[in-house]
T-cell receptor
């Protein structure tokens, strides 16, 4: 694929359930980012992976949120015991640092709704 | 911690230049100014970035003041497809290419 892909595109879950969101970055991109965007708001940085370095988790809002990146490619964002305030669009981006200032290419997002 | 200030909304007539301002008075010497835009229901899209010199590409021009405390993104001939939220971002020079998006400017191009 030519761009960043995310799945599912939409997820509806009940409060208290766990969810997993997937991101497939552009092949060869070493950096991967997760953001979330609540309705009418800007993007909120969550976590950043760069190559084999330890991820920067400074943006994760609570310990219910975690993410991993396997084999330096696909990433999964996991939200445990979901709450209604977790409802948002979760966006993934990838980049190759040094190219156009580390331009980030964004996926279409996963819209999460917690009932 | 967005470090930038933008007007929440602007209108522009189709075919006219759209000038979107951004204040970044606390910018550090090694921090770049980036502009992204987000069309409804899509992920953000890179537009342009610069350090201190003015920049131009196929999409837009970026004018950065000499003291680097503010900048302006110029869309020379706005079209209806340019209606979007425009984000001005100062790159945080920490552990790679992290970006902090604020709430941006919602630009509406009017026919």
């Amino acid at each position: 694929g030519a761009g960043v892909s995310q799945s599912p595109s939409n997820k509806v879950t009940e409060k208290g359930k766990d969810v997993e969101l997937r991101c497939d970055p552009i092949s060869g991109h070493t950096a991967l980012y997760w953001y979330r965007q609540s309705l009418g708001q800007g993007l909120e940085f969550l976590i950043y992976f760069q190559g084999n370095s330890a991820p920067d988790k400074s943006g994760l809002p609570s310990d219910r949120f975690s993410a991993e990146r396997t084999g330096g490619s696909v990433s999964t964002l996991t939200i445990q015991r979901t709450q209604q305030e977790d409802s948002a669009v979760y966006l993934c981006a990838s980049s190759f640092p040094g190219t156009r200032g580390g331009e980030q290419f964004f996926g279409p997002g996963t819209r999460l709704t917690v009932l | 911690d967005a470090k930038t200030t933008q007007p929440p909304s602007m209108d522009c007539a189709e075919g006219r230049a759209a000038n979107l301002p951004c204040n970044h008075s606390t910018i550090s010497g090694n921090e770049y100014v980036y502009w992204y835009r987000q069309i409804h229901s899509q992920g953000p899209q890179y537009i342009i970035h610069g350090l201190k010199n003015n920049e131009t590409n196929e999409m837009a021009s970026l004018i950065i003041t000499e003291d680097r405390k503010s900048s302006t993104l110029i869309l020379p001939h706005a079209t209806l497809r340019d209606t979007a939220v425009y984000y001005c971002i100062v790159r945080v020079a920490r552990n790679g290419n992290q970006f902090y998006f604020g709430t941006g400017t919602s630009l509406t191009v009017i026919p």
